[in-house]
């Protein structure tokens, strides 16, 4: 049997993803939206849907972002409604590890997996800054270097306490009135650098024992972490030859830790246009950069990188004659991108000449360098590339974001799903309830103070 | 009607306030961490028309020999919230240990899911038992102190929900805003115990503010509901006029049921399962009798200025189940209560109307 593929649906964030101003784009607050997308990825048999998480607005020169989505829902809060009306679809989110604690981060996380009858997921992301921290009570504590060993520490509490209960520790015998089997059921007692508390875990072990653990990270702490305790990857590196290096990667990294590769899957990130033909999906793909990139949007990439006041430039003209300034991002907060720019100068020299071969305006310029689409073509070009990804070992399998709300998926389940199950290597049904199933990871070995 | 139809609410807890209400025949102790559990006992609330349910949540031990272990009451919530279409759906949250900014978009996301019948009974949480679950703080402060921080936190969460304006998403495709952030405001509350910046990352909820409510009236007009523990109509009226001026909008009495057919068949349900666990731990007064008595006593209450009453089942179903299909159409045959819901949403069924925000112009 082929390699199986799993596909999940990343509910789109607060990116220029997502083209609010087309017709179709609907509501990224109301539940419905959430609703439709949920039931059209577990129509098409996906392995789970996926939401992001923020703490805090975005930030431009001191004022809030505005020109992308703006406002989301709570990740728990959601996930848990969607259980209510989906049955087998894996419901995933990220929950920050820095700003939460781990009694509390587990005891939701087990909930929801009572409530969801098996079916969580935890992307565990760390953050540090200060500017996040001022919506919280500890404000900006933690420094920079810190940030993954908190997560690791905090994951690893969060399992002693899943695992403070056993499978049948609840008895609930009426006549004798015992209700547990062992009187010290989820009693806990976990010190370490970051954490030292104790007391009674309150929620009896979960059909999954505990959630699926995701990780996001892609530098080498993060990439070391996922090794050591995800069972899966959410990664970037969807294309080909990018997603095989990163790929052997991570799966060389696991024997260190005792671990065999399937037992960590590696699910990039993609995005998609279709078409009838190949000709019209490149069309398409073209008009959807075309609205993700306004001008004002172009500008505002511009200067993340240059971390400059750039509102002056017309985004229709050439790339400034100065050069960025490498000091710290002082535009731009909140946002994931400002740290991706390790080298400043480097970047705008590579962008200044490619600009200059192909000729291009700012616009042009941040259209092609901010990522075209994974998959482009007509259903059965995408389905071949898809099952040409996975099988040679670039991933194993995507996370899939439409550009449109809440109706961007329905056209990939309705014609590019059936020919990936016509080649044999996508379900046509669940096999199995639990998230754990669908994704053929095990169930976790418990850990015990 | 004379006077204004009486509001009803229950309070959910697992098998029943009752410590021995596991163990009743028609208990289903072993479901009590499964999702059908809830939504059973959310549309039974609902065909009762009932305008509200707590789901109780705490970070305190069980005693042996009782329930052990819940789940987190704001997932349970949101779990059931779409499968009903007209209850308030209120859940428990302890504001001591926890973070207002991530209650607040919660609680937020809840009124969207439920369309606008949100809540939120804060609660806090003393002692260093509890205190060492979460290893920050060493549990010793006094409830004026914990109190004090709960106002502060309820403070914040309101703040947040009118961080952003009604309207702020304006969807502006020839500018390219999909926001007017001027329409966005910074919190920016300072307080002893926490501060926060905001603006919130979840737009104004549909209630624009949920009902906060308080299971004391120590949060004053801060909160809108309040739920009292008289032990009689005199008590009732006496804690009332304590409260003075700056008592919330409604005003409840909780009472813990016992109900069945006939009052001696009651008295003897309550003396069996105090006598297997002992008496309910809870302040409110115990009721036990027929729902034709109960209705008396409740109509009598509220002449003390009760706008309404939060029945503690003793176990589940059974008294539940006594609430909807005999107290309430014994309630309706008085006048005293609706015979079908006149509002979608929680403040609609509790005749209060949308706040305007305190930021906007």
Known sequence: MPKQIHLAAHFPGVNNTTVWSDPASGSHIEFDSFARFAKTAERAKFDFLFLAEGLRLREHHGRIHDLDVVGRPDTFTVLAALAAVTERLGLAGTINSTFNEPYEVARQFASLDHLSAGRAAWNVVTSWDAFTGENFRRGGYLPYEQRYARAELFLRTTWELFDSWRDGDVLADKESGRFLRRPDAGAFAHTDEQFEISGRFPVPRGPQGRPVIFQAGDSEQGREFAAATADAIFSRHGEFAQGKAFYADVKARLANYGRRPEQLLILPAATFALGDTDAEARELAHEVRLAQVSGATAIHFLEQLWNRDLSGYDPEGPLPAIDPDPGEPKISKGSAATRRFTDRLETARQWRELAEAKGFSIRELIIEVTGRQSFIGSPGTVAAEIDRSVQADASDGFILVPHLTPGGLDEFADKVVPLLQERGVFRTEYQGTTLREHLGIDAPVAVRS | ?361
Do not use: C
């Open chain 2, 1 to 361: 009607m004379a006077e204004s139809p009486l509001h009803l609410g229950i309070a959910l807890d697992r098998a029943g306030h009752h410590p021995a209400a596991w163990r009743e025949p028609d208990a289903r102790p072993e479901e009590l961490f499964s999702p059908d559990y809830w939504a059973g006992q959310l549309a039974e609330a609902e065909r009762g028309l009932l305008d509200l349910v707590t789901i109780e949540d705490s970070f305190g031990e069980d005693g042996a020999g009782e329930v052990t272990g819940r789940l987190d009451a704001v997932l349970i919530a949101s779990r059931v919230a779409p499968l009903t279409r007209n209850i308030g759906i209120v859940p428990t949250a302890v504001v001591t240990h926890t973070e207002p900014f991530h209650l607040s978009k919660a609680i937020a996301t809840l009124d969207y899911v439920s369309g606008g019948r949100a809540g939120i009974q804060v609660q806090i949480s003393a002692g260093a038992q509890e205190a060492a679950l979460f290893g920050r703080r060493a549990g010793t402060e006094n409830n004026a102190r914990l109190f004090a921080e709960a106002a502060d936190y309820v403070e914040v969460l309101r703040r947040l929900w009118d961080s952003w304006e009604d309207g702020a998403e304006i969807r502006d495709a020839a500018t390219g805003r999909f926001i007017d952030r001027d329409r966005l405001h910074y919190i920016d509350f300072a307080g002893e115990w926490f501060s926060v910046r905001g603006p919130s990352i979840t737009p104004r909820p549909p209630q624009g503010q949920p009902l906060v409510v308080s299971r004391t009236g120590s949060l004053g007009a801060a909160t809108d509901l309040a739920f009292l523990t008289p032990a009689d109509r005199s008590d009732a009226e006496q804690r009332i006029a304590e409260l003075g001026a700056d008592r919330p909008a409604h005003v409840f009495a909780d009472l813990l049921v016992f109900l069945d057919e006939d009052a001696e068949t009651a008295r003897e349900r309550r003396t069996r399962l105090d006598a297997l666990a002992g008496p309910a731990r809870t302040e409110a007064a115990t009721f036990t009798g027929t729902a034709a008595e109960l209705a008396g006593l409740l109509l009598d209450w509220r002449a003390a200025g009760l706008s309404g009453f939060r029945l503690l089942p003793a176990s589940i179903p059974h008294d539940l189940r006594r609430i909807t299909r005999d107290l309430v159409p014994e309630l309706q045959r008085r006048g005293a209560f609706r015979s079908a819901y006149e509002a979608s949403t929680l403040r609609g069924l509790l005749g209060l109307p949308r706040p305007a925000n305190r930021y906007a112009a």
